[in-house]
């Protein structure tokens, strides 16, 4: 099993440059959700989603959008890039919104 | 509502013991624990339910207090592969997905 997959592993971009950030995963879980991890700020929600075609929103979810068509993908699409974006980001996997969490291994963005 | 973690950075020498501590201003009915190490992804290492027992994984045990909303990580006898940083997370309002603090960097030296 891959368990969850994202690409890139790492991306520069410029202010106001769009880009998606990809995530699938292989377990058939149907709670999905985005991270952004940046020093001192712990892992914070984006967005997240309980099931294709419902997604909703975290605790920063300015700038950026998400879809689910899929139980397995869950693309996160930032719209204009901001220097503000520049963090590692984390897409994480469960059964259930309170089951254990699999992360996949993150896409570093560097925003100039 | 993000759950806040203390301390911020724990210093330990080998065979030593921490305690990391995780507390939240809402009702908590599960806390959630995970590591991270430098440049890697967070790993789930347990899970605290409401009304369940004290857990455990190798040394490192946690418990959960529902009346206090916290929840602790005891690491006992730290060994240096528990380097990294801690983090615990709490359900969001509607309970479909998890709000983390900010972290706790546990570094352990020989």
């Known amino acids: 099993n891959a368990g969850v997959t994202q690409t890139p592993k790492f991306q520069v971009l410029k202010t106001g440059q769009s880009m998606t950030l990809q995530c699938a995963q292989d377990?058939?879980?149907?709670?999905m959700s985005w991270y952004r991890q940046d020093p001192g700020m712990g892992l914070r929600l984006i967005h997240y989603?309980?099931?294709?075609?419902?997604?909703d929103q975290g605790e920063v979810p300015n700038g950026y959008n998400v879809s689910r068509s899929t139980t397995e993908d869950f693309p996160l699409r930032l719209l204009s890039a901001a220097p503000s974006q520049t963090s590692v980001y984390f897409c994480?996997?469960?059964?259930?919104?309170?089951?254990?969490?699999?992360f996949g291994n993150g896409t570093r963005l560097t925003v100039t | 509502q993000q759950p806040v973690q203390s301390p911020q950075a724990v210093i330990l020498r080998e065979g030593e013991d921490a305690v990391i501590n995780c507390s939240s201003s809402?009702?908590?009915?599960?806390v959630h624990w995970y590591r991270q190490k430098h440049g890697e992804a967070p790993v789930f290492l347990m899970i605290l339910l409401k009304g369940g027992e004290q857990k455990g994984h190798d040394k490192i045990s946690a418990s959960f207090n529902e009346k206090k909303q916290q929840s602790s990580l005891y690491l006992t006898a730290s060994q240096l592969s528990y380097s990294g940083t801690y983090f615990c997370?709490?359900?969001?309002?509607?309970?479909?997905?998890?709000?983390f603090g900010k972290g706790t960097t546990l570094s352990v030296s020989s």
């Open positions: 997370g709490t359900p969001s309002q509607a309970g479909t997905a998890l709000i």
């Open positions: 809402k009702a908590l009915y599960s």
């Open positions: 377990m058939n879980h149907e709670y």
């Open positions: 994480a996997s469960s059964y259930r919104g309170d089951s254990p969490l699999h």
């Open positions: 989603s309980v099931g294709a075609g419902i997604t």
